[in-house]
């Protein structure tokens, strides 16, 4: 009986494992068509390259798989010695060094799975020398005269793309330098002084949001760094002045809740703001672009016998305009044109 459940158990286990070796073996010959497709379409590409090494490694024993990597590394390995042989460089010459350098490094990662291709790792690491000095030379040469903030992102982002499998010094103090020069260290604060209770906690609201995301990073080199008054503008610290220009809460239902006696009203209300984000950065004029948002509440009134229990409208609202207020600053103010 014993030995009819351990076969049995043995049985299920090679069933299932035979089961997710098909499924992968099916995955890996699926992306190996796709990355073929890729290469007859656009030639050797990086999107193609590396799903056909994904590929491989789903299903190492593909005869296609093997053949199409053997044709494309012997065609960007061509490419590569080719390139090395130039005093002067093109973007297209760096992207094939870049995809060669991707080839072999993601490749070396499965080598083990698939003994029969074989690279030349000796060349490889020849070449990877070379290819540093080419990337350096390349970026101190670049252009980087009169580009704008976008174009200066746009540059430390593909320096750092040629960083993937290299280390580089020059390449990497560029980056810093251009980093620097980008860098925003952003502050918010508002004109809106009133003297109601309502113009008070929309301020307060504003001040504990922006608390609340002190030093976040924003993305894109931009840095939050709270409320403040408007201070002296320069080319890292730049301040947006939220000034509000229409406040509106109205109520869009009442209902009541009867129980054993006790009762329960609702109040379903709506609150709407709409003002303009002033720019200040470091330009003569402040450029101004609008906003606007809307939330819903409720606020419940509880009787019970001989009490009164009553929500905390302020508390509510206040909690509804923190979370407008913080969502402003994590994803509206950041996508401002700095």
């Known amino acids: 009986m014993k030995k009819s459940s351990l076969f049995m158990i043995l049985f299920i286990l090679v069933f299932i494992l035979s089961g997710c070796s098909a499924i992968m073996t099916s995955i890996g010959d699926s992306k190996i068509n796709s990355s073929i497709k890729t290469y007859k379409n656009r030639g050797l590409t990086t999107d193609g390259m590396s799903e056909l090494i994904s590929g491989l490694e789903y299903s190492p024993n593909s005869i296609v798989g093997i053949n199409e990597f053997k044709i494309q590394y012997q065609e960007i390995t061509s490419i590569k010695n080719n390139i090395l042989t130039k005093k002067n460089y093109t973007e297209a010459d760096i992207n094939a060094l870049k995809l060669y350098l991707l080839t072999v490094e993601e490749f070396r990662k499965i080598n083990s799975k698939i003994p029969t291709i074989k690279i030349d790792y000796n060349d490889f690491n020849n070449s990877k020398i070379k290819i540093n000095q080419v990337f350096e ?24 793309s040629l960083l993937k499998y290299l280390n580089n010094y020059t390449i990497s103090s560029i980056i810093k330098d251009l980093e620097n020069q980008v860098t925003i260290n952003l502050y918010i604060g508002s004109s809106f002084r009133g003297f109601s209770q309502l113009d008070n906690l929309m301020t307060n609201a504003l001040i504990s949001a922006a608390d609340q995301n002190l030093n976040r990073n ?3 080199y931009i840095f939050f760094r709270g409320y403040s ?11 947006v002045s939220i000034d509000f220009t229409d406040i509106d809460i109205v109520t869009l239902e009442s209902s009541v809740d009867e129980n054993n006696g006790n009762k329960t009203f609702f109040k ?10 002033k720019i200040y950065n470091n330009t003569p004029f402040p450029s101004i672009k609008p906003f606007s948002f809307k ?16 929500d905390d409208e302020r508390a509510i609202l206040r909690e509804v305009l923190e979370n407008k207020f913080s969502d402003m600053i994590r994803y509206d103010i950041k996508n401002l044109r700095f």
């Open 295 to 310: 939330d819903t509440y409720t606020i419940k009134t509880k009787q019970n016998d001989n009490s009164i229990y009553y």
């Open 229 to 239: 008054y408007i201070s002296k503008v320069s080319s890292n610290n730049f301040f």
């Open 268 to 277: 379903r209300k709506k609150v709407f703001v709409s003002g303009v984000y």
């Open 218 to 220: 924003l993305g894109n």
């Open 137 to 160: 030379k390349y970026v101190e040469r670049d252009e980087r005269f009169g580009l704008d903030r976008y174009q200066k992102i746009q540059r430390i982002n593909y320096y750092n």
